[in-house]
């Protein structure tokens, strides 16, 4: 997922990024970290990048 790319470009941290999108910032890092997350987290993770959801499962390029 490009989460981690999309919030440092936004000049955000994990705690940054968690308080915006109404998660808790240990699911940020689990998530950038390759973990799984719901639709709904996806979501709020995406409204807070102001992205598609889709632009979130989108490969990095290495």
Do not use: C, F, P, W
């Not at 981690?4 to 699911?27: M, N, P, Y």
């Not at 973990?35 to 996806?42: D, E, F, H, R």
């Amino acid at each position: 997922m490009k989460i981690k790319q999309l919030r440092q470009v936004r000049g955000l941290s994990q705690k940054a990024l968690a308080e915006k999108a109404g998660v808790a910032q240990a699911t940020v890092h689990y998530i950038e970290a390759g973990g799984n997350a719901t639709q709904k987290t996806l979501k709020k993770l995406a409204a807070a990048l102001g992205v598609k959801v889709t632009d979130l499962l989108e490969e990095q390029a290495s």
